[in-house]
Antibody
């Protein structure tokens, strides 16, 4: 079935780095734009980054620009989020999500999420 | 502070009709379509409404959406206890070149 599975979350100290991965299955990964979305403890959803199907276009939220990088490997059906200079405010569950092939960037498939905790 | 504005809470009794509003601006809802997500406690969000008023396969027709000007709205009719969840609106923002979300509305079924 169509599935996204995140991995790579964990506990890190401020200033450290972490790389999240998202493994896709059950669909043609290379046909879809993908995004990372996060949710802080007890907070709402925050879009973090998107990448186009062939990696031609990417963009990141201002809150992570210059510190995070989004990438993908279509041969491995995988999406990545490289996070550096992590801060306490980056603590959140990070979801990878597939964008439906239509206007307005609706996210129709979500992973279960990976928890990232940034704490001394 | 979220770019899109939603009421923090809403409530209704079983069988009632409830609406949740989502206010934006010309750079997001005013020029792009609105999507709605349902997040049950402890689970990942689920796409509920997309392109203003379309329902993905499997979403009951009790859920409907609309957009007018710079605002969107989600309506739930025939409220059921399993509808108790957090609801988020979202739209593409032309200025930020990314997706913006509302702060979420916690729906309580009394």
């Amino acid at each position: 079935q169509v599935q996204l599975v995140e991995s790579g979350g964990g506990l890190v100290k401020p200033g450290e780095s972490l790389r999240l991965s998202c493994a896709a299955s059950g669909f043609t990964f290379s046909d879809y734009y993908m995004s990372w979305i996060r949710q802080g403890p007890g907070k709402g959803l925050e879009w973090v980054a998107y990448i186009s199907d062939r990696s031609t276009y990417t963009n990141l939220a201002d809150s992570v620009k210059g510190r995070f990088t989004i990438s993908r490997d279509n041969a491995k059906n995988s999406l990545y989020l490289q996070m550096t200079s992590l801060r306490a405010e980056d603590t959140a569950v990070y979801y990878c999500a597939r964008e439906l092939l239509t206007t307005g960037s609706p996210f129709d498939i979500w992973g279960l999420g990976a928890m990232v905790t940034v704490s001394p | 502070q979220s770019v899109l504005t939603q009421p923090p809470s809403a409530s209704g009794t079983p069988g009632q009709r409830v609406t949740i509003s989502c206010s934006g601006s010309s750079s997001n809802i005013g020029s792009n379509t609105v999507n709605w997500y349902q997040q049950l406690p402890g689970t990942a969000p689920k796409l509920l409404i997309y392109v203003n008023n379309r329902r993905p396969s499997g979403v009951p027709d009790r859920f409907s959406g609309s957009r007018s000007g710079t605002s969107g709205s989600l309506a739930i009719s025939g409220l059921q206890s399993e509808d108790e969840a957090d609801y988020y609106c979202a739209a593409w923002d032309d200025n930020l070149h990314g997706v913006v979300f509302g702060g979420g509305t916690k729906l309580t079924v009394l």
